[in-house]
């Protein structure tokens, strides 16, 4: 196997006197798409935003291609966090501009492309996702699901090598999920990006990434592909994917469907 | 309850402890308080610092230098002006009745025209766009951090202080004393109107008091102030802003928001005041 891109070692983050990461370890490979699921306030946006940059870890390391992320030089981390992309869970989408001036934003600040450029670059995004004749309007007067959709478009104007998606379809309807789900893996096929999806869209994620990590009171307590983790031995992650807490006995459990003819 | 629960326990041991305990108290919230205040200290400075250099980093950002000139300046014209009018009549009017007991009314040009040029144009100038374009920096600038609007800048690799301070900035050093100016002669219009066609001064003997006896120094140490207090509401009002969320102790979201938002009004307004005095104590 090859060397991850992004592995992160024993990271260990805390809030005052709130432990939320204790020690993770994980690994991102190249090209591929990576799910972190676990329950809310488990620490999976921190998590996140610690490969962003937007947080820093207390202990631990982030190694890229091997190599300790705080021992680069600055130039080096400059062009490492250029080529990854952030979706947030809220979108965060500058509301004091327009659908258009937020998409290219990213192209417009960091980059010199011509304004020509910039205006064909989003127009092919925004004809992508299906954005339509949306450019002037603002992020307020647009739909939860079209918000949604024009933050995809900025974390993807770029071009990045690494996308982070923090929960991408926290509000939207199931065929708007869906086609955000497929839109993640379309793409990730077309442009060949790595992603990171941070969800609770149990199991529909199963089918969206290539491997799956649970992350538990701080630590990544199951690591591997779909088929692992529906056959895992492990109460905590069964009981997650079921839907229960730990030492319920589930639904599924209680009902089989052959009692019902029994 | 706390010091009650101590209190109520200890009640029959040791009373010296519990003094002992609640000095300790005080000692550390004083200590506490200057660290808090020496960390804010270095942080507005660093701020200041940063975004300054930034105005100089390229790409220039001519836009939104013009942007924000056309908020903080062009939108301020007319609070400025109707300020600057009726703080002159006003003058014109209080300066009259004073000056007639002395039988000098016709020095009341001079009276107006200094008090505008040196005092009053450079402060309630800063004070109402404070009040107008520093309020809506510290909110906007609040709701982008509470919103995650300023994290997002941060993952685009988009320096948020170039970004949203130093064009601020750049526009209120262009604005502010721009503003001063046209204060100055709508207030001195308004002395006008009052001293010579309510109280009938004579009118060039008005004109006349009034440029006689501006002086260069005084326009340019009004203009400096200008340019001074520019740097003062904008650093805090954008500070206050970019910070709601480690300067709020009982609130986020909304009342963080406007908690920072009345901050850094008051602050402002006091500071322009406290280095109002400085710079004239250095002029005169």
Redesign the interface.
């Known amino acids: 196997m090859t060397s991850p891109l992004i592995q992160l070692v024993d990271v260990k983050k805390s809030f005052g006197a709130h432990q939320v990461l204790t020690g993770v370890n994980l690994s991102i490979h190249k090209g591929e798409i990576l799910a972190v699921i676990g329950k809310s306030g488990t620490g999976k946006s921190v998590l996140l ?1 610690h490969i ?3 947080i820093h870890q207390d202990s631990g390391e982030i190694l890229i291609q091997g190599k300790p992320l705080h021992k680069m030089s600055e130039k080096k981390s ?1 062009l490492f ?2 080529e ?3 979706m ?1 869970q ?1 979108n ?5 501009m327009n659908v258009f001036e937020n998409i290219g ?2 192209l417009a ?2 980059s ?1 492309y011509t304004k020509f450029i910039i205006e064909e670059k989003v127009k092919t995004r925004m004809e992508q996702l299906g954005l339509g004749p949306i450019g002037e309007k603002f992020p307020a007067q647009l739909s939860g699901g079209m918000r949604k959709r024009v933050a995809l478009a900025r974390a993807l104007v ?1 071009d990045p090598k690494v996308v982070l998606f923090d929960e991408p379809t926290t509000g939207l309807d199931p065929v708007r999920k869906k086609k955000v789900h497929s839109m993640i893996e379309e793409y990730q096929k077309q442009f060949g990006f790595t992603a990171v999806i941070v969800s609770h869209d149990i199991p529909e994620i199963f089918d969206v990434a290539q491997h799956i990590a649970m992350l538990d009171e701080g630590k990544i307590i199951f690591e591997g592909s779909k088929d692992d983790i529906l056959d895992a031995h492990n109460d905590t992650v069964n009981a997650f994917i079921r839907g229960d807490e730990i030492g319920n006995s589930s639904y599924t459990d209680k009902y089989q469907p052959e009692d019902k003819y029994e | 309850m706390l010091d009650n629960l101590i209190l109520g326990n200890l009640c029959f041991t040791d009373k010296s402890y519990i003094k002992r305990l609640m000095g300790t108290k005080y000692i550390e919230k004083i200590g506490g308080s200057t660290l808090s205040a020496t960390e804010s200290i270095g942080r507005i400075v660093l701020f200041f610092i940063s975004g300054v250099v930034s105005i100089f980093v390229r790409p220039f950002q001519f836009d939104k230098v013009l942007d924000h000139t056309w908020f903080i300046g062009a939108k301020s014209l007319f609070v400025i002006v109707l300020t600057g009018l009726f703080t002159g009549m006003v003058l014109g009017l209080q300066g009259y009745y004073t000056l007639v007991t002395f039988g000098s009314e016709a020095a009341l040009g001079s009276a107006v025209s200094l008090t505008i040029i040196r005092e009053l144009g450079p402060v309630l100038c800063a004070i109402m766009i404070t009040a107008r374009a520093g309020s809506a920096m510290a909110a906007e600038i609040g709701v982008m951090r509470i919103s995650e609007q300023i994290d997002a800048l941060k993952t685009m690799q988009i320096d948020p202080i170039r970004f949203l301070f130093s064009p601020r900035i750049v526009a209120a050093l262009i604005s502010f004393p721009l503003l001063t100016a046209i204060f100055d002669v709508v207030g001195i219009f308004g002395g006008y109107l009052t001293g010579s066609l309510m109280m009938g001064i004579n009118k060039s003997v008005y004109m006349d008091k009034v440029i006689s006896s501006v002086q260069t120094v005084d326009i340019a140490g009004g203009f400096f102030k200008s340019f001074v207090f520019a740097i003062v509401v904008t650093t805090i009002c954008c500070y206050r802003g970019y910070y709601t969320h480690l300067t709020t102790e009982k609130g986020y979201g909304a009342k963080g928001v406007s908690m920072a938002t009345t901050n850094s009004v008051v602050q402002s307004c006091i500071f322009i005041l406290i280095v109002d005095y400085i710079i004239t104590y250095f002029l005169v």
């Open positions: 935003k962003i940059g937007l400059f966090r250029e990854l992309s952030y947030f809220e965060a989408l500058f509301d004091s934003l990213p600040e960091r010199q770029t």
